[in-house]
C-alpha cells in the first residue's frame, strides 16, 4: 500500500497583541511593560519560563515602541546601535561566553546612557544565570523585572488553542479543556503536546481526536524536554 504523502508546513505563530491572551498569570507582567515610560532607568527585564509568552510580549512591545529585536547570543558580531528601544532576547543563554556577556555589557551602559528604553528576556533571574562577568551581573540583578508566571487552566487552553491555530489544526472544541486537565501544566509541554499531535494526524491522514490525544499521553514521547 502506498503511503500518504505528508507535509511539514511551516509554522507562522500569531505574535499581535490581540492574539495575547491575559489571565492573573500574565496580567502583572503585561502591565509592567504597558507601563515603559516609567521603567526605572528604563529598562525591564521580562523572566519566565520556555513557551510562557515572553517572545509574543517582546514582539508586542516592539512594536508599540518601534524597537529592534536582537537575541543575546547575536550581540558580540553586531556594532552597537544608535539609541533607540531595542528588545535583547535570552540573555540567560549566553552565560559563560565572555564575548557575549562583555557585548551585552556595553549595549546596556550605551543604552542608557542614550536614555532609551531595554527590554530584556530571559527564563529565570539573573542570579541564575551563571554569569561570569561581574559587572554585568550587578547591573543586570539590579534591573526592574516582570515575571511571567505558570498557567492556570484558563491561559493553558489559549495556549493549546492558540498553538493549534498557528499551525491550521482544527479540533473539537471539547478537546481543549480534555487536555488542560490530563496534561502537564507547562507551556512547554503544550508545545511539545500539539506538535506530536500535528505530526502523528499528518502521518495517518487523519484528524486531531481525543483517541490520539490519549495515545500520545500515554507514552513516554513527551517527558523529554
Known sequence: ????????????PALGREDFF???????????????????????????????????LAQVWAGAESARVVAATELAALPLPDPAPLV????????????????????HNHM????????????????SWGLTLPDLASRMEATASAQLLPPDDALLAAVLVKLFADRQIAVAPALIPWLVQ?????????????AELD???????????????????????????
Not at 2 to 7: C, G, I, K, V, Y
Not at 182 to 194: E, G, I, P
Not at 201 to 216: C, D, F, K, Q, Y
Open 1 to 12: 500500500m502506498a503511503r500518504q504523502l505528508t507535509f511539514d508546513l511551516p509554522v507562522r
Open 22 to 56: 491575559v489571565s492573573p498569570a500574565n496580567a502583572l507582567a503585561l502591565a509592567a511593560l504597558d507601563g515603559a515610560a516609567d521603567w526605572p532607568q528604563g529598562k525591564m527585564l521580562l523572566i519566565g519560563p520556555e513557551g510562557a509568552g515572553k517572545s509574543h
Open 88 to 107: 535583547v532576547e535570552d540573555a540567560d543563554r549566553i552565560a559563560g561566553d565572555r564575548a557575549a556577556e562583555v557585548a551585552l555589557f556595553h549595549l
Open 112 to 127: 542608557l546612557s542614550g536614555r532609551a528604553r531595554l527590554l530584556i528576556t530571559a527564563r529565570a533571574a539573573p542570579r
Open 182 to 194: 490530563r496534561m502537564d501544566r507547562s507551556f512547554a509541554a503544550a508545545r511539545r503536546l500539539v
Open 199 to 225: 505530526a502523528r494526524s499528518l502521518a495517518r491522514g487523519g484528524p486531531v481526536t481525543r483517541a490520539l490525544a490519549a495515545e500520545i499521553l500515554d507514552s513516554a514521547i513527551l517527558d523529554a524536554p
